[in-house]
Nanobody, 118 residues
Framework: VPLVESGGGLVQAGGSLRLSCAAS????????MGWFRQAPGKEREFVAA????????SYADSVKGRFTASRDNAKNTVYLQMNSLKPEDTAVYYC????????????WGQGTQVTVSS
């Protein structure tokens, strides 16, 4: 498994968490790294993405201004800084990777639970 998430947990509304996604076994310099989440009874949804090369980012409207994606090339790790968390952010968060020229994410992590209490 080339992607391993960590950093999830339980936090009160208004709090912050930082998720990490460590990539191993290969480099992802030609990839886009995505963050997705899936809440109970809901479909998986896009949260954020970052181009490994260059660092351009994009965000879902629901998290724009609160979440920030970043990467550390030396550590082969991408991050999702989540601030001003809301109960509706509660979900299992996944990181994923796709080639720049592909639409589908081919690599997925195992997910990490984020629970925001009100």
């Amino acid at each position: 498994v080339p992607l391993v998430e960590s950093g999830g947990g339980l936090v009160q509304a208004g709090g912050s968490l930082r998720l990490s996604c460590a990539a191993s076994g290969r480099t992802f310099s030609m990839h886009v790294m995505g963050w997705f989440r899936q809440a109970p009874g809901k479909e998986r949804e896009f949260v954020a993405a970052i181009f490994w090369s260059g660092g351009s980012t994009s965000y879902a409207d629901s998290v724009k201004g609160r979440f920030t994606a970043s990467r550390d090339n030396a550590k082969n790790t991408v991050y999702l800084q989540m601030n001003s968390l809301k109960p509706e952010d509660t979900a299992v968060y996944y990181c994923a990777a796709r080639l720049l020229i592909k639409n589908e994410y081919a690599y997925w992590g195992q997910g990490t639970q984020v629970t925001v209490s009100s």
